[in-house]
């Protein structure tokens, strides 16, 4: 968080202190309740909007959703405002991350870990639908995890009750974030909750995969894509995300509503499921591979995780049915044209059978030839797919339905085409020791791939996700294209648990979070006389123990520093009672006695301390130490240098 030059204060209440993130509409600040005496989260309108009344108005209705939906799962929503013409409102301010702090560089969650938290943001979802809100912008920067681990849905900003009426975007465009859209959302059609399903399920791709199903080059290209596009298997990006969530996934991202999970509680039953190892109700995917435009990767887009208004996508997608014409005499003359065709189709059809032939081999062809074949064999040309391959640029070497297999008249033919030996040397680079996501960044960045190996015999200091071994070594010449094999840590093995003394919690839970462990939602505190307070300590079980993947982890907090016991230090020299007290934590600051009251046999030595022997102090404290520097007996004169 940044702190602010100038502390405002809205609405004589609510004044300003650090500025924690900008995002579409509007800029967050942590602000003082001066009312209350509390922290709060004061979400402010970007001034340019505050003079438009359609953005001033979604604020409000922002501030409204929210304000009446109570859950563990939603932050809350306490106030709202305006003062000299800027717009505010006030939440609770969450102590944690943003998911989508989590995500940066590509980062991976792992399966069980993700199951979890999308199930708690499913249960915000489910309760908002169930109060007849749709939450219409579910992305990773709005969900937020706490130090404790809870989950917490916020920014209803475009949120709106399903009974009532949007009219707040612009003509032909819509509100959103194109990287989270639905499809039925790109098209500017109604949505309901299972538009937030496949928002969701965007989200649990990305935690999974490392990246969203669809990226591009602008909001636009990347709306287009969740209209035509085809979801690819997020095991195309990370093999080791088991079966049953993959099909969850899959589930989730259906292009058609009627396909999805029917609800949000629906979504979250079977996460739960999966994470208690039982059978998960996902039909496959059937659902989500819908359409027929081949999906082609392209540079990752910055825009497309913002909030903002986007043109409305073209359909049509012919998994959805189109509104209901009210023109009734135009429909029965429709009736009576289809009643008349299917007759004559009647009549065809009963002149023939339903021709059923096998898949002609069309492997080695060029694409002129194989596309006649299918032509001519009654068959549908569908996406050409271009592959680096070892075959002759421009052949066929895949096709699907396989050769040989049955296919009937009219069915889709999808080619795979070799765009030749694409690959060029490259030496292997050094991963060793790094953890999982950015390995995988830099072997992507040299044009390599990997798989993943586990190990129960790990070296001393391994964490989970990190690079044990690579093989090839580091600096073998390879090609591009080539897997590299990267060994980590397996999930049944121990190992060492980190030290986070020193940290706050949000840094301390999330270095634990990214090892794989659990932070306990309850502390303990223990003063220390080297740890600041409200700083960790130490953790239970202790920094270096032998841990497994999913243990639970209690953060031990400091109270400051701790008390000491002052040692007796009278009669002995001030070296002596200087080492003492240095001894204990304290620090000796030295008087000189008068002379008259000094003995000869106690010059150089204590005759008095200011904090009495036995008692307890703060740790660093001074205790005064009064020593005869020299004595008066008489008329002789005894001096001894104190050391």
Request: net charge neutral.
């Amino acid at each position: 968080m940044e702190p602010v030059s100038d502390p405002r204060i809205y609405s004589n209440r609510y004044q300003v202190t650090h500025l924690i993130a900008r995002g579409g509409m509007a800029m967050v600040y942590r602000a003082q309740d001066l009312l209350l005496n509390r922290p709060v989260a004061l979400k402010i309108l970007y001034p340019e909007l505050s003079a438009d009344p359609l953005f001033v108005e979604r604020f409000r209705r922002e501030a409204q959703a929210a304000a009446n939906l109570s859950h563990p799962n939603i932050v809350p929503v306490f106030d709202w405002g305006e003062d000299e013409g800027t717009y505010f409102i006030v939440m609770e301010l969450v102590d944690g991350t943003s998911l989508a702090d989590m995500l940066r560089g590509s980062r991976r969650l792992t399966p069980s870990h993700s199951a979890q938290i999308v199930a708690q943001v499913a249960a915000a979802l489910g309760y908002a639908h169930r109060n007849g809100v749709v939450h219409r912008d579910v992305k990773p920067g709005n969900i937020l995890i706490t130090s404790d681990g809870q989950v917490k849905v916020t920014d209803f900003g475009i949120a709106q009750a399903v009974s009532s009426e949007d009219h707040l975007a612009e003509e032909g465009s819509v509100m959103g974030t194109a990287t989270y859209f639905s499809p039925e959302q790109a098209e500017g059609a109604a949505v309901d909750g299972r538009s937030d399903v496949y928002s969701l399920g965007v989200v649990l791709f990305e935690m999974l995969a490392g990246r969203p199903p669809f990226v591009g080059d602008s909001p636009v290209a990347v709306s287009s894509q969740h209209v035509h596009g085809t979801v690819p298997p997020p095991t195309e990006f990370n093999n080791a995300i088991p079966r049953d969530l993959e099909a969850i996934v899959m589930e989730s991202l259906a292009k058609a509503p009627s396909q999805r999970y029917q609800s949000a509680d629906e979504f979250r039953a079977d996460l739960i499921r999966f994470n208690e190892g039982q059978p998960v109700q996902a039909a496959g995917y059937e659902g989500a591979f819908f359409g027929a435009d081949a999906t082609r990767a392209v540079s990752a887009v910055s825009m497309g995780d913002r909030t903002s208004s986007v043109p409305v996508m073209a359909g049509p997608r012919t998994d959805i049915r189109r509104r209901r014409n009210n023109n009734t005499p135009g429909i029965i003359a429709a009736v009576v044209v289809l009643l008349l065709a299917v007759g004559g189709l009647g009549y065809f059809l009963s002149q023939r059978t339903t021709v059923v032939t096998s898949m002609p081999y069309l492997l080695g062809q060029d694409v002129a030839s194989a596309t006649t074949t299918i032509r001519s064999d009654g068959l549908t040309l569908g996406p050409v797919r271009q592959v680096a391959s070892n075959k002759a640029k421009g052949t066929v070497i895949a096709t699907d339905p396989a050769p040989g297999k049955k296919v009937s008249k009219g069915e889709v033919v999808t080619l795979k085409v070799s765009i030749g030996v694409t690959s060029t040397p490259v030496p292997v680079p050094n991963v060793t020791g790094m953890m999982l996501s950015s390995a995988e960044s830099i072997l992507a960045g040299k044009g390599l791939n990997y798989v993943t190996a586990y190990t129960t015999s790990p070296p001393p200091n391994a964490v989970p996700n990190t690079v044990l071994v690579q093989s090839p070594a580091a600096l073998t010449n390879a090609r591009t294209g080539d897997k590299v094999t990267l060994t980590i840590l397996s999930p049944t093995a121990t190992f060492s648990l980190p030290s986070v003394a020193s940290q706050t919690q949000v840094e301390a839970t999330t270095v634990l979070v990214q090892e794989q462990l659990k932070v306990s939602g309850t502390t303990s505190t223990a003063c220390s006389n080297s740890v600041a307070s409200g700083l960790v300590v130490s953790t239970l079980p202790a920094a270096a123990s032998q841990v497994q993947a999913g243990a639970i982890i209690q953060l031990v907090i400091s109270s400051g520093v701790c008390q000491v016991v002052v040692p007796n230090v009278v009669n002995l020299t001030q070296v002596a009672a200087t080492s003492a007290l240095k001894g204990q934590g304290l620090t000796a600051t030295v008087v000189a006695a008068d002379p008259t009251t000094c003995l000869p046999t106690q010059v150089s030595t204590v005759i008095s301390q200011s904090e009495s022997p036995g008692s307890q102090v703060p740790y660093n404290s001074a205790v005064q130490i009064t020593v005869c520097e020299s004595s008066v007996v008489g008329s002789t004169t005894t001096t001894t240098l104190a050391g």
